[in-house]
């Protein structure tokens, strides 16, 4: 089993600064990375795919960047609806066994 | 417009079952792959089961083989989960969603299963 292991568990920003988050896979997954924020009370939604290509409707904010077993998600400019979970999963292996991260808190400052 | 609905969660013994639902519309439900991914109270996601567009192939995580069992109805553009032999450890909110590209675009919002005496 592919482990994803994120960094840091919690980060507190300043809205209007930038937030780095991190995600680093156990062996290589190449680019079969995604990227899932997730509010209380809500269902998961998909920002990220293809390691760095944006989901339907997801603003130019948003961008992942790694490959490989380190991957990075950074949000521009935060903006108050941005604080929330995000996790990072990942699709390599077939048969599917997809994992995820155990989540990412990105807090107000 | 894309919607998932989940139905069919609720309290139930240990060893006991229980049959998700997920009523999808919006968009063509018969050319997608589709999945079943939980997250037990104040924890992470797991991903549960996947489905092929026809049937005919089905895959689970390594917790759930042999107790869950993913289906598909093209005809009523529904997605099931028959989950038996329940522990206490199912317990969880259980999500239906679409697959793109391996990954989940769009989710419904969750139907919640307790195991517990």
């Known amino acids: 089993e592919i482990v994803m292991t994120q960094s840091p568990a919690t980060l507190s920003v300043s809205p209007g600064e930038r937030a780095t988050l991190s995600c680093r896979a156990s062996q290589s997954v190449s680019n079969n990375l995604a990227w899932y924020q997730q509010k209380p009370g809500q269902a998961p939604r998909l920002l990220i795919y293809?390691?760095?290509t944006r989901a339907t409707a997801i603003p130019a904010r948003f961008s992942g960047s790694g490959s490989g077993t380190e991957f990075t998600l950074s949000i521009s400019s935060l903006q108050s609806e941005d604080f929330a979970v995000y996790y990072c999963q990942q699709y390599k292996n077939w048969p599917p066994e997809y994992t995820f991260g155990q989540g990412t808190k990105l807090e107000i400052k | 417009e894309v919607q998932l609905v989940e139905s069919g969660g609720g309290l139930v013994q240990p060893g006991g079952s229980l049959r998700l639902s997920c009523a999808a519309s919006g968009f063509t439900f018969s050319t997608y792959w589709m999945k079943w991914v939980r997250q037990a109270p104040g924890k992470g996601l797991e991903w549960v089961a996947s489905i092929k567009q026809d049937g005919t192939e089905k895959y689970y995580v390594d917790s759930v083989k042999g107790r869950f069992t993913i289906s598909r109805d093209n005809a009523r553009n529904s997605l099931y989960l028959q989950m038996n032999s329940l522990r206490a450890e199912d317990t969880a909110v259980y999500y239906c969603?679409?697959?793109?590209?391996?990954?989940?675009?769009?989710w419904g919002q969750g139907t919640l299963v307790t195991v517990s005496s």
């Open positions: 293809g390691a760095s």
């Open positions: 969603a679409r697959e793109w590209y391996s990954c989940g675009d769009y």
